[in-house]
């Protein structure tokens, strides 16, 4: 399927990512069905919605036109058949737990049409572990929006050995005309090609954290001051979600059984306080607007 026959998109996952997609998909033109489990994100997704697209008008940076068609072009739904059985693509953005996505993407391949393409936007996970779920595995495809992904402009599209090359070609195409500026991975790669580097910033901080070396602000500060980042590794974690720091860490610990890859001490201690960032009002800073 190429992308100009794209035109119904599903975003399973309504969280603070999933709703983000699902609304530039809408304002590119797309008909999207976002869908969860849990009722109280769907109705935080759609608030978010109704919220941003007048604050846009308003501030001049979208027409009353094209909001009104952005708000037309987007439905949530709690029930996953009703949002994916005439879906075109499929994105996935659900937690970064390996056995969730694998059951998700079983699911997706009962429901959709033949054509429907399923594509993840795991931010480590790569679709070769998930993709033999489904009969479908030439359609199966990272494709990895960033937070906050109505504002960040890159996308990692990233090739299995199982996927086509129409099929990346369609994600890359989709991306653009989503706005976006696509990076074609050629092949697969934990942690794809930001994160990776993000990571090794990320856990060097994490170490002199809990080494006691410097502070989590003191740190930011020399990362943001010396190396020109927009922001230091604290400020990051609290916006992508602590959660999902603690998450990805335990996936590649449970996998390989290192214990090098163990969640700090530090992010054990976020999690378990539910202390995860910008998302609950509090992490390494607080939030008071939350």
């Known amino acids: 399927m190429g992308a100009e026959e794209i035109k119904n998109i599903c975003v399973v996952g309504a969280g603070n990512m999933g709703h983000q997609i699902a609304l530039s998909a809408a304002l590119a033109g797309y008909k999207v069905r976002c869908t969860d489990v849990n ?116 996308v990692e599209v990233v090739k299995g050995t199982h996927t086509s090359e129409k099929t990346t070609k369609t994600l890359m195409d989709v991306s653009l005309r989503m706005g976006k500026t696509p990076v074609l991975l050629q092949h697969e790669i934990y942690g794809f090609l930001v994160n990776r580097m993000l990571a090794a910033i990320k856990n060097e901080a994490i170490y002199l954290l809990d080494m006691g070396i410097a502070g989590h602000e003191d740190i930011d500060k020399a990362v943001t001051l010396a190396l020109g980042y927009p922001m230091g590794p604290f400020r990051l974690m609290d916006l992508t979600g602590i959660d ?13 059984g290192d214990p090098i890859y163990r969640p700090s001490p530090v992010i054990v201690e976020k999690f378990i306080k539910n202390e995860w960032g910008r998302k609950t009002g509090k992490g390494f800073y607080e939030y008071p607007e939350h």
């Open 39 to 154: 009722r109280e994100v769907l109705q935080k997704a759609e608030q978010f919605v109704t919220t941003y697209l007048p604050e846009k008008v308003a501030k001049g940076k979208l027409t009353q036109d094209a909001a009104d068609a952005a708000r037309a072009n987007v439905m949530f739904s709690s029930d996953l058949r009703e949002a994916a059985e005439n879906a075109d693509l499929v994105i996935e953005a659900v937690i970064e737990k390996l056995e969730l996505k694998r059951s998700l993407f079983k699911q997706l391949d009962s429901i959709c049409l033949p054509h429907t393409i399923l594509a993840t936007n795991s931010s480590y996970i790569v679709s070769s572990k998930i993709a033999d779920v489904t009969s479908r595995t030439e359609k199966v495809c990272n494709m990895h929006f960033f937070n906050p992904a109505l504002v960040m402009k890159l």
């Open 244 to 256: 999902l720091t603690y998450f990805v860490a335990m996936e590649r610990y449970q996998e390989s």
